[in-house]
């Protein structure tokens, strides 16, 4: 059974730092993409970042310069640092992996999804 775990949300002051981790288990994704996604209240899942397998990233504008995704394909995870933190930021964040090689920025092109982690940022 695949499973992503992500871990390490909270709650943080606007300008604060947050690190998400997700492990995945089940079956190894160090040749696919994996991606962070987040979703507010009363909103649609929105892209945040992605990698592809060699490390390549691509990022949301609304977080470009502030968040920074990596992986580590030994340990199957993939992890999103995230510094100067808004309170727009706000939401529950989801890790997910998908079949692609490439970067990709729509959630339908990820197959396996966490259960997320929430990200609260107080003004």
């Known amino acids: 059974q695949v499973q992503l775990v992500e871990s390490g949300g909270g709650l943080v002051q606007a300008g604060g730092s947050l690190r998400l981790s997700c492990e995945a288990s089940g079956r190894t994704f160090s040749r696919n993409v994996m991606g962070w996604f987040r979703q507010a209240p009363g909103k649609e899942r929105e892209f945040v970042a992605a990698?592809?397998?060699?490390?390549?990233?691509a990022y949301a504008d609304s977080v470009k310069g502030r968040f920074t995704i990596s992986r580590d394909n030994g340990l199957n995870a993939v992890y999103l640092q995230m510094n100067s933190l808004k309170p727009e930021d706000t939401a529950v964040y989801y890790c997910?992996?998908?079949?692609?090689?490439?970067?990709?920025?729509?959630?339908?092109?990820?197959?396996?999804w966490g259960q997320g982690t929430q990200v609260t940022v107080s003004s």
């Open positions: 997910a992996a998908g079949p692609s090689v490439g970067v990709r920025r729509s959630p339908n092109e990820y197959d396996y």
């Open positions: 990698i592809r397998w060699s490390g390549g990233g």
